[in-house]
């Protein structure tokens, strides 16, 4: 049966995207896919706000995250976590023999510029990471505040996770002074999972040709050259089907719902999940002012099963999300990103109350 999916990604996919999916493939070296690379290329320049080169990916957004600490830590990279996501970071970071240190906040709160400073004043970093949106937590940081401190330590490469909040959310990322500014497919912008996109300055590039062991898959470097070089070609053979769906949806995004009504329609839907929450008697997890506008993270204060209630909520054709790793059963997650329209976040709080009490 299929279900309405009001989770933190995979989201559902609207048909013509799914159709554009299908397009009959070309070759991977020919100047078609130049041409299609430099197009989406463009269009993800206008949704990121910068004129830094786009690079893709086949992969997760994970894939790209695992790159960029490989590629740009030549030092010692530390990490601010928020939670899963952020931990995450970390993790990639000691998989790679990648010197690291991880800052974690009590899940709920956000990553404070002060700490930010206090660490980067200590000269020993040359990166550090940044969750914008925390999907376990539905915890959004701060990035203004944030790019005020970053401001002080040019030197100090930025990479950012904004897997699951650009396009829902307006990141300026030339703005914020931004190196690396990731996302991926599934989320925010509504296509099926299997590509990530980042943002990278040149700046970044030059300081990352003199760092040793970068990988080769995930390495910006071969990555960026390709961009530059080829032009607007990928080293290894891309998900061609994600290009040309990702063509569709940046043509709808920019010129048919247009950017700023598309953040405005996540902010709307995301303050009526809030709402609904309180008025249930429900806590939001995230502390007040740092809440994500794509999911949230609600308290299951009541001692309800959410295995059980999504059980009942899939019956229907629903689907919300379980707590993330410890807070499973202690919270539940929805979801408003995307594609996903008002009246259809309101026809699943119109179920919630009949199954909650």
């Not at 086949?58 to 990490?79: D, N, P």
């Not at 259809?344 to 119109?350: I, R, S, T, V, Y």
Request: a neutral charge; proline letters at 4%; aromatic letters at 10%.
């Amino acid at each position: 049966m299929y279900k309405k999916l009001f989770i933190p990604g995979p989201v559902d996919v609207r048909p013509e995207i799914l159709e554009a999916f299908a397009t009959p493939m070309i070759g991977h070296r020919t100047k078609d896919i130049s041409a299609l690379q430099e197009r989406i290329s463009m269009g993800l320049q206008k949704l990121f706000f910068t004129g830094n080169t786009i690079i893709l990916s086949t992969s997760s957004g994970t894939g790209l995250m695992e790159g960029a600490v490989r590629s740009f830590t030549a030092k010692r990279a530390v990490v601010f976590s928020v939670g899963a996501f952020g931990n995450r970071w970390a993790q990639l970071a000691e998989g790679n023999g990648v010197p690291v240190d991880k800052v974690e906040v009590t899940w709920g709160m956000p990553t404070l510029p002060e700490v930010v400073d206090e660490y980067l004043a200590t000269g020993k970093y040359d990166v550090f990471t940044v969750t914008h949106n925390e999907t376990s937590t539905g915890v959004m940081n701060d990035l203004k505040a944030i790019s005020q401190i970053r401001k002080k330590y040019p030197d100090v490469f930025w990479l950012v996770d904004a897997v699951s909040s650009m396009g829902g959310v307006k990141i300026e990322v030339d703005k914020l002074g931004i190196d690396v500014c990731i996302t991926s497919t599934q989320k925010c912008l509504g296509l099926p999972p299997g590509m990530s996109v980042a943002s990278v300055t040149d700046k970044a590039i030059e300081y990352a040709k003199d760092v040793k062991n970068r990988g080769c898959y995930f390495d910006y470097v071969e990555l960026y050259k390709f961009v530059k070089e080829k032009p607007y070609q990928y080293p290894s053979t891309p998900s061609i089907p994600h290009m040309y769906g990702l063509d569709k949806q940046l043509d709808y995004i920019l010129n048919q719902e247009g950017l700023e009504n598309r953040f405005a329609r996540h902010a709307a839907m995301a303050e009526t999940v809030r709402q609904w929450a309180i008025k249930k008697g429900f806590e939001i997890l995230a502390a007040e002012g740092y809440r994500s506008n794509t999911v949230t993270t609600i308290k299951n204060t009541k001692g309800l099963s959410v295995a059980d209630l999504n059980k009942k909520l899939g019956q229907q054709g629903y689907s919300i999300s379980n707590g993330y790793g410890s807070l499973k059963e202690k919270t539940f997650r929805i979801a408003h990103m995307a594609d996903r329209k008002p009246e259809e976040l309101q026809a699943l709080l119109d179920i919630l109350n009949k199954e909650i009490e």
